[in-house]
Nanobody
Framework: VQLQASGGGLVQAGGSLRLSCAASGRTFSTYSVAWFRQAPGKEREFISA???????YYADSVKGRFTISRDNAKTTVHLQMNSLKSEDTAVYYC???????????????????WGQGTQVTVSS
């Protein structure tokens, strides 16, 4: 599946942004979709995921601030980011794949499809 990520930008600390990940030509009904981020000089970090069955998972660093959701048509996954901090600054990527087992959900290497990345910059 081809993915298109959008919604990044520059925001002040405490502000909000909403990222979107759109599937091209098919739905996410049988896919797990995850968001990762990568800051300069750091490894790609798991942020959140929504599995094909609707179950949702978050990294501890964003729990309570970020919300992942999927639209009813299952063609777009959103990441609502509130109470943003300077440490949230990174390039954000969405990823998708079928058959991702729960124990591998946070591992970027199991995802075959990736969006192009969208920059999120939080100024303090």
């Amino acid at each position: 599946v081809q993915l298109q990520a959008s919604g990044g930008g520059l925001v002040q600390a405490g502000g909000s942004l909403r990222l979107s990940c759109a599937a091209s030509g098919r739905t996410f009904s049988t896919y797990s979709v995850a968001w990762f981020r990568q800051a300069p000089g750091k490894e790609r970090e798991f942020i959140s995921a929504i599995r094909w069955n609707g179950s949702i998972y978050y990294a501890d660093s964003v729990k309570g601030r970020f919300t992942i959701s999927r639209d009813n048509a299952k063609t777009t996954v959103h990441l609502q980011m509130n109470s943003l901090k300077s440490e949230d600054t990174a390039v954000y990527y969405c990823a998708a794949d079928k058959g991702v087992i729960l124990s591998s959900l946070r591992d970027p290497s199991v995802y075959a499809s990736w969006g192009q990345g969208t920059q999120v910059t939080v100024s303090s």
